[in-house]
């Protein structure tokens, strides 16, 4: 597409059909989870259609609109936090790293496992943490 072109109704069924199942699954899936999420929850669901009808009144959404658009990206913000489409993350310590709440020491270029379900549903990080709440990330 050319700046400012807009796709017709069927160019758009095709794009989403493509994002679902030609190699877009981990945008697909948060995408999908999201919908999920806001099909589940009218309020957070009322919130983000009257930001959108607000800011874009009716025309399609651009880059630069994103940043008038703080409800609908905390939609998605969240939506990654509950049902993040990555199971975990993995990375190297570039120095010995002690855990003082587990009294250990992981030494310096040790390959360390993060799940993604723990972190992002941590009570003590995220009240309310099995909860839908967008709001958190404005």
């Known amino acids: 597409l050319e700046a400012g072109e807009v796709l017709n109704e069927t160019e758009v069924i095709a794009q989403i ?3 679902l199942l030609a190699g877009s699954e981990t945008t697909s899936n948060a995408l999908g989870v ?4 806001l099909s589940n929850n009218s309020a957070p669901q009322a919130m983000a259609h009257k930001e959108i009808d607000t800011v874009l009144c009716g025309k399609a ?6 940043e008038r658009l ?4 905390a939609v998605l913000d969240e939506g ?5 489409p990555t199971s975990s993350i993995t990375r190297e310590t570039t120095e010995d790293l002690y855990i003082s709440e587990l009294g250990i020491t992981i030494p310096k270029n040790t390959g360390v496992w993060c799940t993604n379900y723990s972190a992002q549903r941590d009570p003590a990080i995220w009240p309310r943490a099995e909860e839908f709440l967008p709001e958190r990330f404005i």
């Open 70 to 73: 703080p409800y609908c990206c």
């Open 34 to 37: 999201t919908l999920l999420l």
């Open 61 to 66: 959404p651009t880059q630069e609109d994103l």
């Open 17 to 19: 059909v493509s994002m």
């Open 80 to 84: 990654l936090r509950l049902l993040n």
